[in-house]
DNA sequence: AACATTTTCAACCGCAGGAGT
DNA sequence: GACTCCTGCGGTTGAAAATGT
């Protein structure tokens, strides 16, 4: 396949070859280039002024999803696939809109994700990743073993700095948390107040400064969302219902990082779609 | 080691909507 | 209102990388 077109302008050839494919350095370079010295935007003026032999779509699309310099890369946090998935569990394929809520990540980014990894989920377990039945599915199930992640991440990233010998018992502890038979029909607040019931987050708090007294729900939640300090409270209101939100406002939890690789095996094993199926049947 | 299969993700395409004329 | 151009969005593709046999 030629990396080259005959551009048509106005349904006419113009003559002019204009690329495709893969990106190059060079043209990298000429493009972070330009826009660093007249900004993004207008793309089309941009493809013929910078000397790139390329579409103003395509520009675009290298630099929004790629060269932009607040641009994330690598595997998505938990904390983030909980917001994918809740997200995408009230506005569907609006990947720009979801991808507003992750920052540094792409529509590009999201959708792929989606499809690679959700996608491929739902039809390991017969259902069309759109049903209803899978969005109780991913509550009841997807939500509860993200959030033991995320406990997970924090408490052992805490322990590695502190007390590193603990690490091995501690590990096995935090597996025997249950959330199997959770009630797929409540909310994700309220899932998160169940799962809340089962997590020990006294554990945390070398972790977590938490002001005045709040249940644990509210602590979950603000471990959750601890990493989005940008977010808004529309969103907040959206992802978590009102609820919660008042107690959140003040309450302070220290940054998680997850420089680790802690969320490569995130996905469900056979077991697991083995008891997702069968709740599937029963519901 | 060689080949086949699967997964990932960057990039393309068509379409819709907004702005300008 | 009609037309053109530009931008942004969501769906799709296909090459490269990873994994399995």
């Given amino acids: 396949m030629s990396n080259i077109t005959k551009k048509k302008c106005n349904g006419n050839e113009e003559g002019a070859e204009q690329r495709k494919g893969p ?20 793309w089309n003026l941009l493809a013929k002024s910078s000397g790139l032999k390329r579409a103003g779509k395509s520009c675009r699309l290298r630099w929004l999803n790629y060269l932009k310099p607040d641009i994330k890369r690598g595997n998505l ?7 994918i998935l809740e997200l995408h569990s009230k ?31 739902a039809r390991q377990l017969n259902i069309d990743s759109n049903s209803h039945k899978f969005i109780e599915v991913v509550r ?13 991440n924090s408490y052992t990233n805490n322990i590695k700095a502190n007390a590193p010998d603990l690490l091995g018992p501690i590990l096995r502890d935090s597996k025997d948390l249950g959330f199997n038979n959770m009630d797929c029909s409540t909310s994700m607040s309220e899932d998160l107040k169940k799962t809340s019931q089962f997590m020990d987050f006294s554990d945390l708090e070398t972790t977590m400064s938490l002001e005045g007294s709040r249940g644990g729900s509210s ?14 409270e529309e969103y907040m209101v959206a992802v978590m219902g009102s609820s919660d939100i008042s107690a959140l406002h ?9 420089e680790d690789d802690v969320t490569q095996d995130l996905m469900w094993n056979m077991d697991d779609i083995w008891q997702f199926n069968e709740y599937a049947h029963f519901n």
């Fill in 23 to 42: 990106w190059t350095l060079e043209e990298d370079t000429l493009l972070t280039n330009y826009i660093s010295h007249n900004g993004e935007g207008r």
């Fill in 77 to 83: 946090t938990p904390q983030e696939q909980l917001l």
């Fill in 91 to 121: 506005w569907g394929n609006r990947w720009s809109k979801i991808s507003k809520y992750l920052p540094g990540r792409t529509d590009n980014d999201i959708k792929n994700y989606w499809r690679t990894r959700v996608q491929k989920q």
């Fill in 140 to 152: 009841s199930f997807w939500f509860p073993r993200l959030i033991n992640e995320i406990k997970d």
């Fill in 219 to 232: 602590q979950c939640v603000s471990e959750v969302y601890s990493s989005f300090p940008c977010l808004e």
């Fill in 250 to 258: 003040d309450c302070h939890v220290a940054d998680s990082k997850y």
